[in-house]
């Protein structure tokens, strides 16, 4: 069973996903809307398991799981804001703020240290001046860790918007992070 979270397309189970959000370009987001999330947390009314499906709906849609959602997210499915809460700050992907409009992904995992990716990232998040999962104040690009993307062989590894990319050295995470930084 595969989890879909792009609105308009079919869920858990085919349950469908509003297509409330459809069009928008990815690190554009909308703007909290309490209406737009009941009816995107409605759309998987009654799909057993539902919570990590709408919590990727409802990121897909504000760039963030809101503060606000989760009261909504608790009442529909019958659980504690507590159980919500903790399953939201439980796993890494979820965000309490929306991320920039590049999402630069740099994995820590024993391979990609092994080969010269600690020096990396401390050099590539110094020039930016971010911390870990710190965004450029212009909101284009936000650095996160991951722990393993199973690119050992092409180590060291990270993911730009979800694409792989491998065997990273200085020269070419700069012009990585500088093309994200130009669009």
Known sequence: MTIATRPGSSGPAGAAVPAVAAGRVAGRHAPWDEAEARAIIAGFDGVPGAMLPILHALQEAFGCVPEAAKPLIAQALNLSRAEV??????????????????????????????????????????????????????????????????????????????????????????GVVAEAMAT
């Open 85 to 174: 809460h903790g399953v939201v700050t439980f796993y890494h992907d979820y965000r309490a703020e929306p991320a920039g409009r590049h999402v630069l992904k740099l994995c820590r995992a024993e391979a990609c240290q092994s080969v010269g990716g600690t020096a990396l990232h401390r050099d590539v998040l110094a020039k930016l001046g971010l911390e870990w999962g710190g965004t450029t104040p212009d909101g284009r690009l936000t650095v996160e860790a991951v722990y393993c993307l199973g690119l050992c062989a092409t180590a060291p590894a990270a993911l730009l918007d979800g694409t792989p990319l491998g065997r990273l050295d200085a020269a070419r995470l700069d």
